[in-house]
């Protein structure tokens, strides 16, 4: 079987790695973050409001330092905006503490807005324009939203027809536009909000399991899968209809292993991936 090996993308810098990664993520425009806690949460015990730091390092390898105070999210979520503040959200979310799930933070560090998106965060991703995607799974079958970063609901997949849709397994924004692919029946889903005439469309896909997806022009590519399929990636070309198989590989770390445990986030044409200690990013590119 063909084995695609990623290319190393931005290092956590070894000043940081005595901190605790609580998440980390690539943006909308590059740019790789890591959330660093001085320790890690403790399991069941209640977590005070804490001060962490936000470690990014841009395409070119400029680092930038910015202290949040008082995060209040245990599990969190990571994400930056376009005005050089950050998002970091709760994946659970308790009713008491509805109102605190979503932080908004200024480009200082300081918590200017709160709200909430709804239990079971799968993924959180910020487009170009600013706004917060947000995919739940199962245990909150809700779907796909699209949020303002003042909390305002801007779109939803309610009405949307996509099919079994029960829980978000891969999220990819580029620009303003998410794909998505989902459970239980694994659509590729193309979603637009500002075209007003088709904002989603549809494509049938025979791929399982996958957790990433990334697209370019009519060529797509799944990365992961169930078991054995844990490292597999899928190309595909869309038809009228249908996600069209092309070939199946394995995406390996550059040595030629598999990654083992590991973040991945979809942006476009790229799957960024993470593996423990979640220190380093590398990428998969379909445009290369």
């Known amino acids: 079987m063909q084995k695609t090996a990623l290319v190393p993308y931005a290092r956590l810098p070894r000043a940081h790695h005595d901190g605790h990664v609580l998440t980390s993520t690539v943006d909308v425009f590059g740019a790789a973050h890591w959330l660093l806690a001085d320790h890690a949460p403790q399991p069941g015990a209640d977590l005070p409001p804490f001060d962490a730091l936000v ?40 009713r008491y503490e509805d109102a605190n799930q979503v932080q908004i933070f200024d480009a200082l560090g300081r918590e200017t807005s709160s709200f909430s998106v709804g239990d079971a965060i799968e993924h959180l991703l910020v487009d170009e324009s600013g706004h917060i995607w947000v995919g739940h ?104 209809a249908s996600v069209e198989p092309t070939d199946v590989g394995l995406l390996t770390g550059p040595d030629g292993l598999a990654p083992g445990r590991r973040r991945a986030v979809a942006r476009g044409s790229r799957i960024y991936v993470q593996p423990e200690p979640f220190t380093a990013w590398r990428v998969f590119d379909l445009n290369n």
């Open 55 to 94: 470690v990014s390092v841009d395409p070119y390898g400029n680092v930038e330092l910015t202290e949040l105070s008082a995060v209040r999210a245990r599990w969190p979520h990571l994400d930056r905006l376009p005005d050089g503040g950050f998002v970091v959200a709760a994946s659970r979310a308790r």
């Open 137 to 240: 799974f199962d245990e909150n079958p809700i779907g796909i939203r699209r949020w303002s970063a003042t909390g305002r609901l801007a779109w939803t997949s309610d009405d949307a027809a996509i099919p079994g849709l029960f829980d978000c397994y891969a999220l990819n924004v580029s620009g303003t536009t998410a794909w998505a692919c989902t459970y239980t029946d694994f659509p590729l889903v193309e979603i637009r909000p500002d075209r007003p005439d088709r904002p989603v469309r549809v494509w049938a896909n025979h791929v399982r399991g996958a957790n990433a997806v990334a697209v370019h022009g009519e060529r797509v590519a799944f990365y992961g899968g169930y078991g054995e399929e844990r490292d597999r990636l899928a190309h595909g070309e869309l038809t009228e």
